[in-house]
């Protein structure tokens, strides 16, 4: 074995190591941007209407531009005991939650966990059967709600302190999937939308 | 020796690069602070000082033959009409037409919205309440249920349905009543699902999926207690939906039966359905129903002395429209026009074997609330401008008329608690109002329970 011959054995490790690096930052949402799903997105009229949107009410930027954004939303994940969980931000000085849009893959449980990163007292009203669920977060502080919604649709949670909702802190929960068998009606399937 | 002395500085460089590599990327993806939970959320209701938390078990003694025997309680309202019948008449005769001049508020209960709802300009509270022995149960829009003390007024507990704001509803966020029975509240939700609630805590204790979201179909009728079944009725003939009435076990919610109101090829009445009409034929059935004991058959409509009826005037242009069916889209068939046209309505008497109208009183805009009449004498009517009218059975004279604030499409009701009398009326205009009474369509919206009394 010569030195320059073990010296080149020696430079793989840290092109592995690169590797390593890189499949690291694939967590980070920017190089998810190199998928093709996304890729093919990137049209013309999207990006136009994208980078619009904050400019067409620079006050509600959030409301307007953020609420609806695919990075603004979530898919809850099934725990092995059946409930669905998630976590829901609010990040500094925007008036907004990160997600502001949680899907669950069917009705049940959902359990959230709210982070205030924000310097500011903030609350979370949520839906849930029996009657809406109130979440108090004081600022750096982390809080945690379980509700159920057992039936598909979109249902809204907001922040009731002053006027947070009405400026962006308006979320979503959708509770994906059909009704259970024994409430659908008996007739041939029918076409929708 | 000296390539093994520089392996472990090389080593050292590839690591330093790692963790700055690293740290960068933690930076650029932004990471947030994160704390341990230590908040835990409250229901709502619990920051309600209003709430007394728990009714009386009054409920437990509401069985199918005590609702049969219903006329010989007047003190208690049980069913949607009061009776099984559905005459929706009162036996009381403290307020009568001598004193009822001098009827005057006892309580009033107000309910409002809080934060987003499903068709938010339509709610309103439409509902029948229910009264057993001094407790009231009534429902609101949304998915609202409260218990409260019939002689004050006070909540004794309240229940929300989460509702979704997708729904299918045709016309509005409303419902018509809940049912009481066995020590359950019975309410069927505007999302298509039947929640029994513990009389005595609010707190549910079975649900079931009777209608499909999905589809079409929405939940808005009043449930009816017949023998040991809740008998409840859907809602969503405006989305093509195939309309039916389902029964349920009182204490489990097992479904008993379900009936078609369209019938399948090869069901009784099929030939007059042509094709595969029957799937999307409609025949919704949101108005609760009557039972004969006798017969011991229940009659139950689908849409749609003296007999004492509000009526409705109104014009509309139906012009046909072909649509193309898709599930969960409202289908009509056609499209309804009233724009521009003249309404109005009446608190009718009609002659029960003829048909024959004895009596009319004539109301600016149409009447969309249920009459009651009592052995006083009395016809009491909401009109929908908020005016709460109490007219002379016998001349159909007005005699009292008191302003309730709010459009009257709920259904009023008198019971008594001690032995004293009340009259209760929901006000709080909403529904389908561009359908009954356009020129009222700009109304305020809001939502009272306000009940009178002699002083």
Known sequence: MTPMRSLARRRRPSAAMLFLAFLGLTGCGYLKLLRPSVLKQLNPRVVALV????????????????????????????????????????????????????????????????????????????????????????????????????????????????NHAGRGMLGLILVSGEVPTEARLDRPRQRRR | MSTSCSRPRRTGRRTRAIALAAVLAAAACGH???????????????????????????????????????????????????????????????????????????????????????????????????????????????????????????????????????????????????AVAQGKVYVATANGYLVALDAATGKPTWTVAFADVRSGESATGAPLVVKDMVIVGSSGGEYGVRGHIDAFDLATGRRRWRRYNTPRPGEPGAES?????????????????????????????????????????????????????????????????????????????????????????????????????????LVFAGEPTGEFDALDARTGRLLWQFQTGNGIHGSPIAYSVNGKEYVAVPSGWGGWMKGFAPELYGAPRRSALIVFALP
Not at chain 1, 94 to 121: C, H, K, S, Y
Not at chain 2, 33 to 61: C, H, I, K, M
Not at chain 2, 86 to 112: C, K, M, Y
């Open chain 1, 51 to 162: 980078n619009e949107l904050p400019r067409v009410d620079h006050p509600n930027d959030a409301i307007v531009a953020r609420l609806f954004a695919q990075d603004g939303l979530s898919h809850a994940k099934m725990s092995k005991n059946g409930v669905m969980r998630d976590e829901i931000h609010v990040p500094p000085d925007q008036l907004i939650w990160e997600p502001a849009i949680v899907v669950m893959p069917r009705g049940g449980e959902l359990e959230l966990t709210f982070q205030n990163n924000d310097q500011a007292m903030h609350m979370a009203l949520m839906p849930t059967n029996g009657g809406r669920a109130l979440l108090e977060l004081p600022m750096h502080h982390a809080g945690r709600v379980r509700i159920r919604l057992d039936e598909p649709g979109l249902y809204w949670f907001g922040c009731p302190v002053a």
């Open chain 2, 32 to 178: 947030p602070a994160r704390y341990p939970v230590t908040e835990v959320a409250r229901t709502f209701g619990e920051l309600n000082a209003r709430l007394a938390g728990a009714a009386p078990a009054v409920a437990w003694s509401i069985t199918g033959d005590r609702l049969v025997h219903a006329r010989g309680e007047p003190q208690n309202w049980l069913t949607y009409y009061g009776t099984y019948d559905g005459q929706r008449h009162s036996a009381l005769d403290q307020i009568t037409t001598a004193n009822v001049e001098q009827l005057r508020p006892a309580w009033i209960f107000q309910a409002g919205v809080i934060g987003l709802i499903a068709n938010p300009p339509t709610y309103s509270l439409e509902a029948t309440p229910i009264v057993v022995d001094g407790v009231m149960y009534l429902s609101g829009w949304d998915g609202y249920v409260w218990a409260l003390d019939a002689a004050t007024g006070r909540m004794l507990w309240q229940y929300k349905h989460a509702i979704p704001l997708d729904g299918p509803l045709c016309c509005g966020n409303v419902n018509r009543g809940v």
């Open chain 2, 273 to 377: 359905w042509s094709g595969d009409s029957w799937a999307r034929g409609g025949g919704a059935a949101w108005v609760t129903g009557t039972y004969d004991p006798e017969l011991d058959l229940v009659f139950w409509g689908t849409e749609t002395g003296l007999l004492y009826t509000p009526v409705v005037e109104l014009c509309g242009r139906f012009s046909r429209r072909h649509t193309e069916f898709r599930e969960s889209l409202p289908h009509w068939g056609g499209e309804v026009s009233n724009h521009g046209l003249e309404s109005w309505g009446y608190v009718r008497a009609l002659e029960p074997a003829t048909g024959r109208v004895a009596r009319s009183y004539r109301t600016k805009h149409p009447m969309v609330g249920s009459l009651l009449t009592t052995a006083g004498g």
